[in-house]
């Protein structure tokens, strides 16, 4: 029988944040079709989020190989409305600024929180 205590642990993370960290927008692309001259054009699922972006640690981003130009984005996952966890590609709009996902990093063992690697990008269409 699994336990419930990562479950608990995820709320009362998400009950401790909500409403004091920076609001976002989770865009995912989910379908493309083409417009009547042939260009792609991208539909998005879109989740609201609660998070921080942040910069790395220079050192550690030169040690990692990590672009200077990436953020870390740390998103509450309980925050994440509706329910979704987090990809490569996906789009965030946090602090004024789009970013797209390069990578996830983690996800802690209560699946409270994510942090992502993602880096600037034009707002989608």
Known sequence: MASLLPTEIANIVANAFKNNLMTGTL???VASALDSVGDPVVTFETYSVEG????????FAT???????????LLIMNLIVPATTPQKDDLIFIRGEWHKVREVLTIDPA????ELQAFACPAPE
């Open 27 to 29: 865009k995912r692309p």
């Open 111 to 114: 699946s409270a929180s994510i």
């Open 63 to 73: 040690l990692q190989g990590i672009p200077h130009t990436d953020v870390k984005i």
């Open 52 to 59: 921080i972006r942040d910069n790395f640690n220079a050192r």
